[in-house]
T-cell receptor, first 113, second 115 residues
Framework: DAGVTQSPTHLIKTRGQQVTLRCSPK?????VSWYQQALGQGPQFIFQ???????QRGNFPDRFSGHQFPNYSSELNVNALLLGDSALYLC????????????FGPGTRLLVL | GENVEQHPSTLSVQEGDSAVIKCTYS??????FPWYKQELGKRPQLIID?????GEKKDQRIAVTLNKTAKHFSLHITETQPEDSAVYFC??????????????FGKGTKLSVKP
């Protein structure tokens, strides 16, 4: 049984570029949440997808957008990258009956130069 | 919105000693409190959680206690081992029809267990 997977593992971009990160949830899970973890900090909630719709959103600008596909996998898109977007981006999956019990993927380390 | 404070930021113990990490939360509507362990370069791993209808939960060497009145919860690790060394995060959420699952995290506690 595969756990939560994310791709790519690492990414280097320059300011102003756009990036797409991908996540496949754990088998049996249908809800995907995205978090940003800056160095030395706890994860910060970006948004949550369920039934292919954004259900909740944290305090992040519209440059951050997402999508969920019929197979429950999800993408996080960030436009007009800023230096401050450099962080570990974590995807967490859960079952819709217990959305708060979340299991994390290994993350994508994004460096913006 | 919810705010979670976590203390201490660093904790160093001798192997075999106990370790206690404490968190406070601000929103009395929060009812789910998980703890995650994150080793260097790895994903946060859910190690134990507690819901507001329970005061204490144990799983082998780890336990979590919750005081709803004071709005704080704690992680207790007994008989610590070097492999317990990691950063531990507490979190709070309103599950069961509340905000439906967004986790608010503390800033983490770096635990070092010295052999």
């Amino acid at each position: 049984d595969a756990g939560v997977t994310q791709s790519p593992t690492h990414l280097i971009k320059t300011r102003g570029q756009q990036v797409t990160l991908r996540c496949s949830p754990k088998s049996g899970h249908d809800t995907v949440s995205w978090y940003q973890q800056a160095l030395g900090q706890g994860p910060q909630f970006i948004f949550q997808y369920y039934e292919e719709e954004e259900r909740q959103r944290g305090n992040f600008p519209d440059r951050f957008s997402g999508h969920q596909f019929p197979n429950y996998s999800s993408e996080l898109n960030v436009n007009a990258l800023l230096l401050g977007d450099s962080a570990l981006y974590l995807c967490a999956s859960s079952f819709s009956g217990l959305k708060e019990t979340q299991y994390f993927g290994p993350g994508t380390r994004l460096l913006v130069l | 919105g919810e705010n979670v404070e976590q203390h201490p930021s660093t904790l160093s113990v001798q192997e075999g000693d106990s370790a206690v990490i404490k968190c406070t939360y601000s929103d009395s509507a929060s009812n789910y409190f998980p703890w995650y362990k994150q080793e260097l370069g790895k994903r946060p791993q859910l190690i134990i959680d507690i819901r507001s209808n329970v005061g204490e939960k144990k799983d082998q060497r780890i336990a979590v206690t919750l005081n709803k009145t004071a709005k704080h919860f704690s992680l207790h690790i007994t008989e610590t081992q070097p492999e317990d060394s990691a950063v531990y995060f507490c979190a709070a959420s309103m599950g069961y029809g509340g905000s439906q699952g967004n986790l608010i995290f503390g800033k983490g506690t770096k635990l070092s267990v010295k052999p």
